[in-house]
């Protein structure tokens, strides 16, 4: 049966397709790159956190043991749903299956992508991909730190930058196990240099594919600056806990709905155009703890 020959308006993707988009996605976003996603159900979800570590007590035969001081408080990673809307000449539905299937696999590799970056801008900067501009309704976002260091234009260089980020999170008593770079800032780093004109990181090539910098995780993404969706945020590298700091998971499948009548993203009626539209939806949930990060950013 044709793909698009289906009467119901929502179908769910062939599963192989389905899958590499969770992948893409994946090794698509920093945040994913760098922090692991966790199963979530649809909904709010609360998350369980100390406000103080409760601590250990040794005790000595016969001796009454004491109550641990400590603290349980919550805080709640709520839904957020990203779609992407592709329109196409209604004269698709006449061609074979195979060549349907293809349209399939072209708008699951253009989802991916653009549902891997709205979850690093959404996460980072509550930026809406779209239109490019803040959520102002998100409260919770990772560029809300206090942590921040002005890039150097000269010496002493980008990783003495990251050196101060690194050390105003292990100052305020953080754990620093990842790193998120710019475009820009990786290539400035890749080709940093002794006063003899040597490498300093000959290991970086050319900084496009960092995945290691001074022991730390690493990934490299134009969403670090937000660009090109948005306005330059000058943020040039973000570090801090990727492990703990940031929860986020996927809540709701991905659904593929076919849309043949009307105008579903304000483009035109879809008949008067002799188009279709399939739309791709997914429920990102996630919560970060802002505090737990530093940013490096041009001044």
Do not use: C
């Amino acid at each position: 049966m044709a793909v698009f020959g289906s009467t119901d308006a929502k179908v769910l993707m062939p599963r192989s397709i389905a899958d590499g988009m969770v992948k893409d996605t994946k090794t698509g976003s920093t945040v994913a790159a760098l922090s692991g996603r966790e199963p979530m159900r649809f909904g709010d979800t609360d998350i369980i956190t100390f406000n103080d570590f409760p601590k250990a007590e040794f005790v000595t035969e016969g001796a009454e043991k004491s109550s641990s001081k400590h603290g349980f408080g919550y805080v709640t990673a709520t839904p957020k749903k990203a779609q992407v809307t592709m329109r196409f000449n209604e004269e698709v539905q006449w061609a074979g299956e195979d060549y349907q299937l293809g349209i399939f696999s072209e708008l699951s590799a253009a989802g991916a992508v653009a549902l891997a970056r709205a979850l690093d801008l959404g996460l980072y900067y509550r930026i809406n991909p779209l239109a490019g501009t803040a959520i102002s309704g998100w409260t919770n976002y990772l560029n809300a730190t206090t942590m921040r260091v002005e890039a150097s234009s000269d010496d002493p260089g980008p990783d003495v930058d990251v050196e101060t980020a690194v050390g105003l999170v292990i100052g305020a008593q953080k754990p620093v196990n990842g790193i998120a770079f710019d475009p820009s800032y990786a290539w400035q780093l890749a080709t940093a240099r002794y006063s003899d004109g040597r490498k300093k990181f000959p290991e970086l090539g050319f900084g496009v594919n960092i995945t290691n910098f001074g022991g730390l995780p690493a990934s490299v993404s134009d969403t670090v600056s937000g660009r090109p969706e948005a306005t330059d945020t000058k943020v040039r590298a973000v570090v801090g806990d990727f492990r703990s700091g940031i929860r986020w998971g996927v809540q709701r499948n991905l659904p593929v709905e076919l849309i043949r009548f009307g105008d579903p993203d304000g483009q035109g009626d879809l008949k008067r155009q002799n188009q279709i539209a399939l739309r791709l939806e997914i429920v990102y949930g996630w919560y970060v703890f802002a505090n737990r990060f530093a940013v490096i950013e041009e001044g």
